[in-house]
């Protein structure tokens, strides 16, 4: 049995599916992972799973006024939830007939729905929600009942949870709760202590308490206090006819429960540390030693194996939220021997977690819609999931938290065009954009991540940053192809020029995806052509110059030769040359090497930021029209 769909409707951060998005939301019987920025409705959805299904953990759950939706100034005065649970076995089929839904198809669900009102305070009367819990499609059977509840429950780990304080001994005890459950723990109530043979160790655990109970009850301390407590104070107590005895004991019933409630869970001390001493491990550790029991518990179980955990990589650090992710992939799949699977559904805000992840378990979460990352839900082709397992890191699953992103195809763009946004007045911090380098070859397989197949626009901009890669006529240093090939401008009609650019946007671009192809040839030659020729003649000459000093300036030398690139400049500028001629001549370092591209752009970053190149929209209107539209989508950015 696994859960196939959630419902909601005015439910927290979703609405009634008019004026703003419901939740509907279909899930894989494996890893379910939802990721998205902070206050997009990550959460919302794991406890929208928690107040229709209940958890293991008998936690009290109720609904409150802040549940449900606020659009504008209105409070909604009504919501309801809905769970499909599907693919139940016989067994569990056969415990909860009553409740099960015919489908067309022949099968059977359980469908369980919560429809909620919120009644408003009125006179001395408390406002108060009244909530009931049917079966059926839009709650159209029966109300649930116990059999269904032990059934359906969810186990839950909230995000800032004591792992330490969940395993220690105590009444309904975490700990006591997974041992009970536990495929070994059959038989282990039977008091097999043999009375007449105190001597003999039992088998079983209760029998064990009786064994442990006898013996320490008749251990001379015992005795003594226990006598002493009889004799010398509580006889004095008693009436003639009514006398007062007492026992100490380890426990007053001799139960299963009682004694699984005293057990208590945690890790050896670290190597070094004798074996018996108690050692404070850190949070990290003791956060996955609770994760690993509750997975036993789900592995064992015979109820819903669903495990809803937010933000696994508390307290972990990265290498570790991999080996988690990788374990929780596992457990998904049931690829141990005599395990079942478990349905998993967890939040996460960790790049690195993200980064080991399958992307096909992802469902990005903005603004209240949820948009499946899933094969077939997005433009993805199968090689580029592929591609992605492979290749996608930490910093690049930085996009998968953004709200806005930026792809480009190497370092000297993910370099420079922060620092162009911020001295333009559209800084990618301030707007929570992701420059992403994804390298020369992997545009578009990034490209497509954030499109859904059916068209619809996921509210997060990207754009994809790509040169033209024709080479303007005036840089007569590059050789012509011997084969003929088309390298030039001249090379080209308009036609064939405007037939380029289209097929590179035709690529990837669609829904909230822009492409935005250099206007002539590079990010640098454009800057350079269209209104940064100083910025860029400069920082290419401080590029050239750490190129021949082995990439190291003091800052003296930088001082000098930002003084000496300064002198050239107004001897090139006053040269009378075309535009074209000029940026041609600034870019040829970096053209035939001479210059490092990546250091070139640093350079050029650190130069920006003065303001001595143009700030705020006098630097935005400097820059070429396929950056500006780049910002634009980007940040809203409009010339004032």
Partial sequence: MHLQRIRAANFRAFGDGAQSPALDWELSPGLNILVGEND????????????????????????????????????????????????????????????????????????????????????????????????????????????????????????????????????????????AAHRSIDGQDQNDFDLANPAIVPNNLVGLMAFAQHHLGNHQVIRDVQDDINNNYLNKFAFADDALSSRIQITPELGLQPILERFELGLLPAPGIDLNERCVRGLGYNN?????????????????????????????????????????????????????????????????????????????????????????KTKLKKSDYDFLRRFIDATKANLFFARGVVIVEGPAEALLLPALATASGCSFNEHGISCVNVGGVGLYHYARILQPFDGAAIPIPVVCITDRDVVPDEADYISRPANGRKRFISDYSAEELTAL???????????????CVSDEWTLEFDLARYGCAELMHNAIHLAKKADSRGERLTEEDEQATIAEAKKLWAALAGAGRSEAELASIIYQPLAEGDASKAIAAQYAAHLVLTGEYGVGDDLYLRLPPYLQRALHHLTGKVVK
């Fill in 40 to 179: 997009s409705g990550k959460t919302s959805v794991i406890d929208a799973i928690r107040y229709v299904l209940w958890t293991t953990s008998y936690e009290f759950i109720r609904l409150f006024e802040s549940d449900f939706h606020i659009n504008g100034a209105g409070r909604a005065r009504s919501l309801f939830i809905e769970a499909t649970l599907v693919d139940l076995a016989p067994a569990q089929e056969a415990a909860v007939l009553e409740w099960l839904t015919h489908e067309e198809d022949g099968s059977r669900s359980l469908i369980i729905h919560l429809q909620a009102r919120w009644i408003a305070p009125k006179g001395n009367k408390r406002g108060r929600v009244e909530a009931v819990t049917c079966a059926g499609r839009n709650g159209a059977g029966q109300e649930i009942g116990t059999a269904v509840r032990e059934l359906i429950r969810a186990t839950y780990l909230r995000p800032l949870r004591d792992a330490e304080a969940e395993l220690r001994p105590g009444r309904q005890s975490r700990l006591s709760q997974i041992l």
């Fill in 288 to 376: 996955a030693l609770f994760m690993a029991t509750e997975l036993v518990l789900l592995r064992d179980g015979e109820e819903l194996a669903l495990l809803l955990i937010e933000e696994p990589e508390a307290h972990l650090h990265p290498q570790l939220q991999e080996r988690v992710q990788q374990l929780l992939e596992r457990t998904s799949k049931a690829a141990d021997e005599g395990s079942r699977p478990v349905q998993i559904v967890m939040t996460t805000h960790s790049p690195s977690l993200a980064a080991g992840a399958d992307i096909a378990s992802m469902t990005l979460v903005s603004r209240a819609q949820l948009f499946s990352l899933a094969h077939g």
């Fill in 501 to 515: 650019v289209q097929a590179k946007q035709d690529r990837a671009q669609g829904g909230s995806t822009l492409v």
